[in-house]
């Protein structure tokens, strides 16, 4: 979710085989740069791998080009990547978020083979979708400063994975701004 | 020559430490038609002489400026035909990069993978390395930027720099001529006094070429009367 100068980005703690969860602190928020994040919802194999493969491929171009990657730029990578496996693709829906040139906020998220969504003010992904579109729809309002912006991300989760019984267990939230980057974990239902 | 006999096989070095094919593009090189480039505060120029073999040849077929993307331009000495192999392979290589990350090619970036290509042709079985150095010129984020590519691979960043017949002399004067702060007018202008220094005969807007880029960042090849108008300056 985009704010002043900032964004969030969030998600669930739990992992699970359909009815069983396995563990109930994953990770699915993934730091690309200091100012670009990835959270990869679906399966958790093709994130784990999708996540190293797109550090890898960062890493190069840091490496050559000698500075971070644009949001744009790796947005327009992750596609390309993802529709590498057209017919056989990584199951997985990633959401990005960064800070761009002047430090301007950038969302989007893509289907599982790289059909690009840009949005200015909210991208959601996972089982939830549903209820965390009419979540992020009715509470976000536009230019919301870090504190009011973690607030209503939290709440948004939260009251949308609470009617979800594959997710939950609690969120983990990202406070991105231009200086520094707030982790928190967001207290919840524990079931 | 002692190396004489390594010259057969590209792929082996000499025992003086030289691939002596290498050797041999240089010299093809060096005996090409002038070339030139001069980098400015706020632009990039580069000229070459444009003699054809009769004049009976119609110039408005022969380019030898060409541009690599919208902001990249380049010019040679040596062989046209392994330039226009080279010009091919690098606009491919410009797209690919576009296609992957939605963002027009970095000027070093460009030049790196061209250079990539030179140096696979000095290292592989049955081809023989491009008997061309290249003079790219480019204008991205990080500002006006102007490399040479010579057979070996092996690529420089230049303020000003020449290549073909009369190298030596054209490198003088504009080690003579060059300042930090050039506006590139007057880098058109010291590049067509630096052409006309070596050139056998009368220079003229038809026989040569040159290609500019300023600070909107589109290469361009001047017109004949473009360049008309530049030599009226210059005299």
């Known amino acids: 979710m985009v704010g002043k100068n900032c964004f969030a980005i969030a998600s669930d703690r739990r992992l699970g085989v359909q009815l069983q969860t396995i563990a109930t602190d994953f990770q699915r928020v993934f730091k690309i740069h200091d100012k670009l994040y990835i ?62 040139e002047n430090d301007e906020p950038f969302i989007c998220t893509m289907d599982c083979i790289g059909a690009k969504e840009l949005a200015k003010d909210f991208v959601v992904s996972g089982t939830s979708s549903e209820s965390l579109y009419g979540a992020c729809e009715s509470m976000y309002k536009p230019n919301m400063e870090p504190e009011e912006l973690f607030e209503t991300v939290s ?29 928190r974990v967001v207290k919840g239902r524990m079931d | 020559m002692g190396d004489s006999q390594y010259s057969f096989s590209l792929t082996t070095f000499s025992p003086s430490g030289k691939l002596v094919q290498i050797e041999h593009a240089l010299t093809a090189v060096g005996s090409g038609q002038t070339s030139l480039g001069i980098k ?25 400026i060409q541009a690599l ?26 797209q690919q990069y576009f296609r992957l990350y939605k963002e027009h090619i970095p000027v070093t970036q460009l030049v790196r993978e061209t250079a990539a290509v030179m ?19 480019g204008y991205d984020d ?45 880098a058109i202008h010291t590049a067509i006094l630096t052409l006309k220094e070596g050139y056998e005969g009368q220079i003229s807007s038809n026989n040569i070429e040159i290609g500019i880029i300023r600070p909107d960042r589109e290469f361009k090849v001047l017109s004949p009367s473009e360049i008309k108008d530049f030599l009226e300056e210059v005299e």
């Not at chain 1, 709440?155 to 982790?183: K, N, Y």
Request: glycine share 8%; with cysteine.
């Open chain 1, 39 to 100: 959270g990869l919802s679906g399966l958790a194999t093709d994130a784990q791998t999708l996540y190293q493969r797109l550090v890898f491929r960062h890493k190069l171009y840091q490496l050559r080009e000698e500075r971070d990657m644009k949001p744009e730029t790796f947005a327009s990578l992750v596609s390309a990547i993802l529709y590498e496996r057209r017919f056989g693709p990584y199951f997985c829906q990633p959401v990005i978020a960064g800070l761009g």
């Open chain 2, 119 to 137: 140096q696979e042709f000095t290292q592989s079985g049955g081809v023989r390395p491009f008997g061309v150095s290249l003079l790219i010129a």
């Open chain 2, 40 to 64: 400015a505060a706020n632009g990039v120029v580069i000229a070459t002489e444009k003699k054809l073999p009769s004049i009976l040849v119609d110039e408005t077929s022969v380019q030898k």
């Open chain 1, 155 to 183: 709440q948004a989760l939260m009251a949308s994975v609470d009617r979800d019984c594959l997710a939950g267990w609690g969120g983990h939230v990202f406070i991105v701004t231009p200086t520094e980057v707030q982790e």
């Open chain 2, 142 to 186: 990080n500002g006006p930027q102007l490399y040479q590519v010579d057979p070996s691979g092996s690529y420089f960043s230049w303020k000003a720099s020449a290549m073909g017949k009369n190298v030596s002399n054209a490198k003088t004067f504009l080690e003579k001529r060059y300042t930090e702060d050039m506006e590139l007018d007057d």
């Open chain 2, 69 to 94: 993307t919208p902001n990249i331009g380049v010019v040679y000495s040596g062989m046209g035909p392994d330039f226009r192999v080279l010009v091919r392979k690098s606009r491919k290589q410009a």
